[in-house]
T-cell receptor, first 113, second 111 residues
Framework: DSGVTQTPKHLITATGQRVTLRCSPRSGDLSVYWYQQSLDQGLQFLIQYYNGEERAKGNILERFSAQQFPDLHSELNLSSLELGDSALYFC????????????FGPGTRLTVT | QQPVQSPQAVILREGEDAVINCSSSKALYSVHWYRQKHGEAPVFLMILLKGGEQKGHDKISASFNEKKQQSSLYLTASQLSYSGTYFCGTEGKNYGQNFVFGPGTRLSVLP
């Protein structure tokens, strides 16, 4: 158990819908990362937050957005969902913004039908 | 830019050694190594910072050549539990550069 929690574990929704994925980092960790992993694919970095502020942006679509709240939990919002958005979404946290190991949550499996 | 990993896949017998390489076209501050077993989340193995260092624990070690922007992960006397996909992650030297994972190397250890 990494100490990072993600909810929900599984999500099935229809095309065009909007969903919110939630992540709670390890106690004391200030930085949160979001990754997308499609079937048997690598980990695509989406976005990073550090202490409530956006730190770095990766290949995140305009239909996706995220934020980190004062209690440091983070939410990833996915809208106008397409079939291709079906994937495993991981959240990871680290102690500081950079140069520290990342601890991954168990992931949220999103299926768009 | 995504780092390049080689080989893409490797099959070993228990007790054999393996080397996984990771290289980047940009100057790096650090290299991370993670292992992901099928159906599970990635797990941190080690991080190497600039300055060219080598780290290890148990029978897994890694090196980082900052000048060549390359890192190698060494698995010695592999065990069945080493099976999984190994990802290197690279962090650029400039503030705000994305942390990027390589495509992964799939390692299978057979009895």
């Amino acid at each position: 158990d990494s100490g990072v929690t993600q909810t929900p574990k599984h999500l099935i929704t229809a095309t065009g819908q909007r969903v919110t994925l939630r992540c709670s980092p390890r106690s004391g960790d200030l930085s949160v990362y979001w990754y997308q992993q499609s079937l048997d694919q690598g980990l695509q970095f989406l976005i990073q937050y550090y202490n409530g502020e956006e730190r770095a942006k990766g290949n995140i679509l305009e239909r996706f957005s995220a934020q980190q709240f004062p209690d440091l939990h983070s939410e990833l919002n996915l809208s106008s969902l397409e079939l291709g958005d079906s994937a495993l979404y991981f959240c990871a946290s680290s102690r500081e913004g950079d140069h520290y190991e990342q601890y991954f949550g168990p992931g949220t499996r999103l299926t768009v039908t | 830019q995504q780092p390049v990993q080689s080989p893409q896949a490797v099959i070993l017998r228990e007790g054999e050694d393996a080397v996984i390489n990771c290289s980047s076209s940009k100057a790096l501050y650090s290299v991370h190594w993670y292992r992901q077993k099928h159906g599970e989340a990635p797990v941190f193995l080690m991080i190497l910072l600039k300055g060219g260092e080598q780290k290890g624990h148990d029978k897994i070690s890694a090196s980082f050549n900052e000048k060549k922007q390359q890192s190698s992960l060494y698995l010695t006397a592999s065990q069945l539990s080493y099976s999984g996909t190994y990802f290197c992650g690279t962090e650029g030297k400039n503030y705000g550069q994305n942390f990027v994972f390589g495509p992964g190397t799939r390692l299978s250890v057979l009895p």
